[in-house]
């Protein structure tokens, strides 16, 4: 069964940074494309960054670049996101998902998400 | 950007009745190469994350019911589910993959029963 566990999240001062964390399980991490998506509560999905399956090829959304940071170790099986310089406008719900056909991608399976709440 | 726009907003249709979403994409996500859409639909229900159930437009996922149904091309798609059930309820986002980076969804569209 593929699994997908985010971890990390939590309450964070304007300016600050967090570390989440995605261990995947139940398929060969190392052959996929790993994405983060996040969303608002109420509001629609909104893709952050997608790392190739051997970490040379990063992307963000415009919305990030430049304070976020992707990254994997097929070694354990885990996807990294790493928050910088955040903002209030970064609060949502953070979900690892799983792309299916390199870039052009849809994502066919989700973590169940890490809450990011950025206040003073 | 493309912008994917759905409509409606919420919809109430009873029980075994007929559900229709639309879903209308600011540009063409119709790849001529290979003529096919780069389009997919996920259903969420509260509390998790979303849930795969079309690709390609019309491609059912594994293990998904197939009263659920994909169809359309270029810039317009409907996810239809013939028979709505209980367990239907939900909120449903299309999604193209066809420009990428910017993997873009839909505003969403709540699915109740009347």
């Known amino acids: 069964e593929v699994l997908l566990v985010e971890s990390g999240g939590g309450l964070v001062q304007p300016g600050g940074s967090l570390r989440l964390s995605c261990a995947a399980s139940g398929f060969t991490f190392s052959n996929y494309w790993m994405h983060w998506v996040r969303q608002v509560p109420g509001k629609g999905p909104v893709w952050v960054s997608r790392i190739n399956s051997d970490g040379s090829s990063i992307t963000f959304a415009d919305s990030v670049k430049g304070r976020f940071t992707i990254s994997r170790d097929n070694a354990k099986d885990t996807l990294y996101l790493d928050l910088n310089n955040l903002r209030a406008e970064d609060t949502a719900v953070y979900y690892c998902a799983r792309g299916v056909v390199g870039t052009l991608s849809y994502f066919d399976y989700w973590g169940q998400g890490t809450l990011v709440t950025v206040s003073s | 950007d493309i912008v994917m726009t759905q409509s409606p907003d919420s919809l109430a249709v009873s029980l075994g009745e007929r559900a229709t979403i639309n879903c209308k994409s600011s540009?063409?996500?119709?790849?001529?190469?290979?003529?096919?859409?780069?389009l997919a639909w996920y259903q969420q229900k509260a509390g998790q994350p979303p849930k795969l159930l079309i690709y390609w437009a019309s491609t059912r996922e594994s293990g998904v019911p197939d009263r659920f149904s994909g169809s359309g091309s270029g810039t317009d798609f409907t996810l239809t589910i013939s028979s709505l059930q209980a367990e239907d309820v939900a909120v449903y986002y299309c999604q193209q993959y066809y420009s990428t980076p910017l993997y873009s969804f839909g505003q969403g569209t709540k699915l109740e029963i009347k």
């Open positions: 540009q063409s996500v119709l790849y001529s190469s290979n003529n096919r859409n780069y």
